[in-house]
T-cell receptor, first 113, second 116 residues
């Protein structure tokens, strides 16, 4: 049982490039989400999904797209990278329940030059 | 207004002593959940403890306990018998609603340093 996995661990992009951060979970969780963590800050929600085919925006969605074609996978796409998107990105998943605890992946460190 | 406030940017504690990390929250929803996560220097987010707004008793998980004072809207984390491995960032988070809304709002964190 791998839990929540994220790839890549580290990525350097140039301004304007696009890329996809991968996230997968093998716990059959309905809920998946993406957060970003900036220095001195807690985590902020980018996008989330309550099940396959359903996604919605979080607190800081601009510049990011998501899709959820399967229960297991929830990729995050950066359409045109900007230096302001330099951050650590965490994917999380949980059961859809009142006490549902979100379990986090190891994170992807992204540097946009 | 911030929904989660952690007023201690940094805390120091001696090994084997207890420490309390403060967290206050702001919500008008009667149903909510409060979480604490630990982030060591390696960067991963580790779930520690959960308290539901309707739970009658304070949550405990091993050396971790949550001092839940609903009227004060505080959810402080108590770590008993601190260990060197407890040195990390600690984040308080809140989920509003009765499940079905799993969005978490995080505080800015407290950096705990355990001294030998």
């Amino acid at each position: 049982n791998a839990g929540v996995t994220q790839t890549p661990k580290f990525q350097v992009l140039k301004t304007g490039q696009s890329m996809t951060l991968q996230c997968a979970q093998d716990m059959n969780h309905e809920y998946m989400s993406w957060y970003r963590q900036d220095p001195g800050m807690g985590l902020r929600l980018i996008h989330y999904s309550v099940g396959a085919g359903i996604t919605d925006q979080g607190e800081v969605p601009n510049g990011y797209n998501v899709s959820r074609s399967t229960t297991e996978d929830f990729p995050l796409r950066l359409l045109s990278a900007a230096p302001s998107q330099t951050s650590v990105y965490f994917c999380a998943s949980s059961y859809f329940a009142a006490g549902g605890t979100q379990y986090f992946g190891p994170g992807t460190r992204l540097l946009v030059l | 207004a911030q929904k989660i406030t952690q007023t201690q940017p940094g805390m120091f504690v001696q090994e084997k002593e207890a420490v309390t990390l403060d967290c206050t929250y702001d919500t008008s929803d009667p149903s909510y959940g409060l979480f604490w996560y630990k982030q060591p220097s390696s960067g991963e987010m580790i779930f520690l403890i959960y308290q539901g707004s309707y739970d009658q008793q304070n949550a405990t998980e091993g050396r971790y306990s949550l001092n839940f004072q609903k009227a004060r809207k505080s959810a402080n984390l108590v770590i008993s018998a601190s260990q060197l491995g407890d040195s990390a960032m600690y984040f308080c988070a809140m989920r509003e609603g009765q499940g079905g809304s799993e969005k978490l709002v995080f505080g800015k964190g407290t950096k705990l340093t355990v001294n030998p």
